[in-house]
């Protein structure tokens, strides 16, 4: 663990500058349009505009530790104003993925919870079967609200909104394959 | 007019209704729609999260299946739209991500040339057919409707293909060249949230809140959506806005083609109008022959 940390330490900043666009990053002029934008920036332990400051610090535990990235609804708003051209939104799901990699995430945040049940759902499916995976979402997290959400359920079942069976694609060995030449490769 | 149709997974759950008014305005249109046989889930937003270029790679199964087919690939929901067109985007331009997503393509026996274009079919409508061919169809003016056109993110963020990312106009424009009154509506293009409405309902709230409240308070009757995301997210949470803020807000949320479909002439049950969680039988039975 703390070795694949050290290892993170050390290339931090390059696997963010790998990403498609990536190293636009360093073009930052620290202005600020993308916190002014983001719709859930007052929710987020640090605004988009510190999280690419600490980052470029290399502040490991701050950005990956704050709910910052986990926060991001992928509304595109920081990527379309950016005057340096920063893809910011695809910049917040590589430091997902590192959280995720590096077990390096708040601990009490859901949506890391919904996004590995989401690609768990999906390998299995090939489709992301709404109904298994809200339902193992509720049971994971908050297992004791999952009552809350039964009037609301059942009406969507009532007005023929959910659907009982999922369906496997017939190409879901195919699916798998892909998947697996990528993991093997492990390029992921 | 032929398209190869990707409905995407919402469309089989919560969204039913968009994908059976869907198919049946692009009958009454004239435009035909071939489903993507065996088609796989985009990975949304969330595979992305945990995995990149396996997020690329069975996305891009799909655009080369697509690829066969020949046509335009048009979807409906614009987080399929999003990744699709990313992935069609760097499928083409980056090198490195054509070369491994080909190579675990060429195990399934598929490939991609990069020729497919991804496309929303709000787009096809207003832009491939047109309002001047659409208006000789429509039976039913909508003259006197007050709706609230919302478009949320990614129908026209990042990519921008045919609207604008600040400031999208293109269903203000079709539906009020079918007679409804477009309210202002300046959030039209904010966020509702999206999955964090499920991960993080207490804080996500807020923002359906300000939506609802800018729709009527600009006294719109209708909300009215291109995304399957928005739509449930906007009706299924008026209960618990009004819990929260002591609001009394009811105002139904359909989708785009639902509406287009009462323009044409079409019966409720094939627009599947009434399958809404807040009732639009108010707003619109006016043009089923009820009262006002």
């Known amino acids: 663990m703390i070795k694949t940390r050290e290892k993170l330490q050390e290339t931090f900043l390059e696997d963010i500058y790998s990403i498609p666009d990536g190293e636009k990053l360093k073009t930052c002029i620290q202005c600020g349009t993308c916190s002014a934008s983001c719709p859930t920036s007052h929710l987020m332990d640090y605004t988009p505009r510190q999280i690419i400051s600490a980052f470029r610090a290399g502040m490991l535990d701050r950005v990956l530790k704050s709910n910052t990235v986990w926060m991001c609804a992928s509304c595109y708003y920081c990527t379309v104003r950016c005057p340096s051209g920063i893809k910011l939104t695809d910049i917040m799901y590589e430091l997902k993925r590192l959280g995720i990699k590096y077990h390096l995430y708040p601990p009490k945040n859901a949506s890391p919870v919904m996004a590995r049940i989401f690609v768990d759902t999906l390998n299995q499916f090939g489709r992301s079967a709404e109904t298994v995976l809200l339902s193992l979402f509720f049971l994971k997290t908050k297992p004791f609200k999952i009552l809350n959400y039964v009037p609301m359920g059942w009406k969507l079942f009532t007005k023929g909104r959910i659907s009982i069976s999922n369906k496997t694609i017939k190409g879901k060995d195919d699916l798998v394959k892909i998947i697996e030449y990528i993991e093997k490769k492990g390029v992921a | 007019m032929r398209y190869s149709y990707y409905p995407g997974c919402s469309l089989e759950a919560t969204a039913k209704p968009y994908d059976v008014s869907v198919r049946a305005v692009c009958q009454a249109l004239d435009l035909g729609l071939d489903e993507v046989e065996d088609w796989n889930c985009c990975g949304a937003t969330s595979y992305i999260s945990i995995r990149e270029l396996t997020a690329f790679a069975i996305s891009a199964r799909n655009l080369a299946l697509a690829e066969k087919m020949g046509n335009d690939l048009v979807t409906v929901c614009p987080a399929c739209y999003t990744v699709l067109n990313k992935t069609n985007i760097y499928m083409r331009e980056k090198e490195d991500i054509k070369k491994t997503v080909s190579e675990a393509l060429a195990v399934a026996n598929l490939k991609y040339d ?179």
């Open chain 2, 114 to 292: 990069g020729t497919v274009k991804v496309r929303h079919l709000l787009d096809i409508i207003v832009n491939d057919i047109g309002l001047e061919k659409i208006n000789p169809k429509i039976s039913q003016r909508l003259d006197g409707l007050k709706i609230a056109p919302y478009y949320g993110c990614q129908i026209s963020r990042p990519h921008g293909t045919f609207d604008d990312p600040e400031f999208p106009m293109t269903m203000d424009n079709l539906f009020s060249s079918l007679g409804a009154e477009v309210v202002n509506f300046p959030l039209k293009a904010k966020c509702c949230g999206g999955m964090l409405m499920t991960t993080e309902p207490e804080e996500g709230v807020n923002l359906i809140k300000s939506l609802l409240s800018c729709a009527q308070d600009n006294k719109a009757e209708l909300i009215v959506t291109a995304c399957p995301l928005c739509e449930i997210n906007l009706e299924a949470y008026q209960k618990k806005v009004n819990r929260k803020f002591k609001t009394d807000f009811s105002i139904p949320a359909i989708y785009f083609t639902q509406l287009l479909g009462v323009a044409l002439g079409l019966p409720k049950e094939k627009l599947a109008i009434g399958r809404e969680l807040v009732s639009s039988e108010k707003v619109l039975d006016r043009f089923y022959g009820g009262k006002r």
